[in-house]
T-cell receptor
Framework: GQNIDQPTEMTATEGAIVQINCTYQTSGFNGLFWYQQHAGEAPTFLSYNVLDGLEEKGRFSSFLSRSKGYSYLLLKELQMKDSASYLCAVMDSNYQLIWGAGTKLIIKP | DGGITQSPKYLFRKEGQNVTLSCEQNLNHDAMYWYRQDPGQGLRLIYYSQIVNDFQKGDIAEGYSVSREKKESFPLTVTSAQKNPTAFYLC?????????????FGAGSRLTVL
């Protein structure tokens, strides 16, 4: 079956760095997405990786290793507004998105 | 500003009643989707549509119905046949189905069955 695994919850300190991991097993691969979702709100797009390597976008970076079925989202200089759930999703060979359950990130002062 | 509007934001329903959730987009996107979000689970696809007057079942279509009479609109009906309808429902759209297919989501509709 198809599966996306990410930690349920993480805690970090304001100003610090946190890495949220995502491992996947899917039928084919057409890209990996990260979305941010504040409680009770719509998910918003953060990043897309289809080739191996690191994509940097401001305070957020996303890494992909297709051979390992692994990605991470790196958040630097954490701010209180970064408290949210972070959703990992993989597009399979049929261009269907398979979603992880999300990682709830708690930022403490 | 372009975006997706979902309504109502909160909805209460008695068992045995059908309810319809509205989803309207002004992004000129061809593809539209309905997802269900439950605590501790990933988003699950209910239905999607790539073009007007055509739609396909997702992973959990049983107990739901949709229509796509206009490009801008993709309403979801939760029927009385849906065994466990209490959930957060998200509508989304994208330009196409394939490739770097970034989804734009609406703010969601929270349905509670009493």
């Amino acid at each position: 079956g198809q599966n996306i695994d990410q930690p349920t919850e993480m805690t970090a300190t304001e100003g610090a760095i946190v890495q949220i991991n995502c491992t996947y097993q899917t039928s084919g691969f057409n890209g990996l997405f990260w979305y941010q979702q504040h409680a009770g709100e719509a998910p918003t797009f953060l990043s897309y990786n289809v080739l191996d390597g690191l994509e940097e976008k401001g305070r957020f970076s996303s890494f992909l290793s297709r051979s390992k079925g692994y990605s991470y989202l790196l958040l630097k200089e954490l701010q209180m507004k970064d408290s949210a759930s972070y959703l990992c999703a993989v597009m399979d060979s049929n261009y269907q998105l398979i979603w992880g359950a999300g990682t709830k990130l708690i930022i403490k002062p | 500003d372009g975006g997706i509007t979902q309504s109502p934001k909160y909805l209460f329903r008695k068992e045995g009643q059908n309810v319809t959730l509205s989803c309207e987009q002004n992004l000129n996107h061809d593809a539209m989707y309905w997802y269900r979000q439950d605590p501790g689970q990933g988003l699950r696809l209910i239905y999607y549509s790539q073009i007007v007057n055509d739609f396909q079942k997702g992973d959990i279509a049983e107990g739901y119905s949709v229509s796509r009479e206009k490009k801008e609109s993709f309403p979801l009906t939760v029927t009385s046949a849906q065994k466990n309808p209490t959930a957060f429902y998200l509508c989304a759209s994208s330009k196409t189905i394939s490739g770097a297919n970034v989804l734009t989501f609406g703010a969601g509709s929270r349905l509670t069955v009493l």
